[in-house]
C-alpha cells in the first residue's frame, strides 16, 4: 500500500540582512532553507540595493505563498530599513488589508536573530521588555492583515554563541520548513540558547 506524504505548503522566506556576509547564523539558516524545493528565499538588501521595491512583483510573490517568513535580525527594536520599507509599501492598504485582504489565512512567522543575550530581554535586562513585547507590532501586522501569526523563531546572542548551537538552531529551522504547520505553536518564543 502506498503511503501519500502530504505536500507542503509553499514558504516564502523574506530575508532582510544589510550585511549578509558578517552574519554566520543567518548565512547557515538561509543555506538550509535554499535546500528546500518548496522554500522560496528573497533577499530583500540583494534585489533592491536602491531600496525602489517592485509592489507588484512582491505582491505576486505573497500570492503564490501559504507561509510567509521574516528572517532578519532585530536592529534597534525592530527590523532593517529595507524590510520597514517593504512592509510599508507592499502590505498597503487595498492589497493586505482595507477593501483588499490578499494574505487572508495566510500564515506569518518572524525568523529572528538578536545581538543580546536572553536575559537581556527583560525587566531586568538592558532591554527592560520580553521579546514578545518588542516584536508585538509585527504581530499587529500580521493580525491586520489578517495572517496566522506563528510564534517567532529566536536566536539570541547570535555572534557569541558556539558553532553547534548555530548548527542546532539551523536545523531546528530546517525541520520547521520541512513541515511548517505541523509545528504551529500556540504561547512563547521558540529559541535557541535559552541561558
Not at 502530504?6 to 558578517?22: C, G, T, V
Not at 547557515?28 to 533592491?48: F, N, P, R, S, W
Request: hydrophobic share 40%; with cysteine.
Amino acid at each position: 500500500m502506498l503511503v501519500s506524504t502530504p505536500i507542503p505548503p509553499k514558504i516564502l522566506i523574506i530575508y532582510a540582512h544589510p550585511e549578509p556576509h558578517h552574519s554566520i547564523a543567518n548565512q547557515i539558516m538561509i543555506k538550509q532553507a535554499q535546500l528546500l524545493e518548496h522554500v522560496t528565499v528573497h533577499d530583500l538588501y540583494g534585489a533592491y540595493p536602491d531600496f525602489f521595491i517592485d509592489v507588484n512583483y512582491e505582491h505576486q510573490l505573497l500570492m503564490q505563498h501559504e507561509v510567509i517568513v521574516f528572517q532578519h535580525p532585530l536592529y534597534m527594536y525592530s527590523c532593517p530599513a529595507l524590510l520597514k520599507e517593504w512592509l510599508d509599501r507592499v502590505l498597503g492598504k487595498g492589497f493586505a488589508f482595507g477593501d483588499g485582504s490578499a494574505l487572508m489565512g495566510k500564515y506569518w512567522r518572524s525568523v529572528i536573530t538578536t545581538g543580546g543575550r536572553k536575559e537581556a530581554f527583560s525587566p531586568m535586562g538592558y532591554n527592560k521588555y520580553p521579546l514578545e513585547q518588542i516584536l508585538q507590532p509585527f504581530e499587529l501586522t500580521a493580525s491586520l492583515c489578517q495572517m496566522k501569526w506563528l510564534e517567532p523563531l529566536v536566536l539570541y546572542w547570535s555572534r557569541n554563541v558556539s558553532d553547534s548551537e548555530r548548527e542546532d538552531h539551523a536545523e531546528q529551522y530546517r525541520q520547521w520548513l520541512v513541515a511548517p504547520l505541523a509545528f504551529e505553536i500556540n504561547q512563547g518564543v521558540e529559541c535557541v540558547n535559552d541561558q
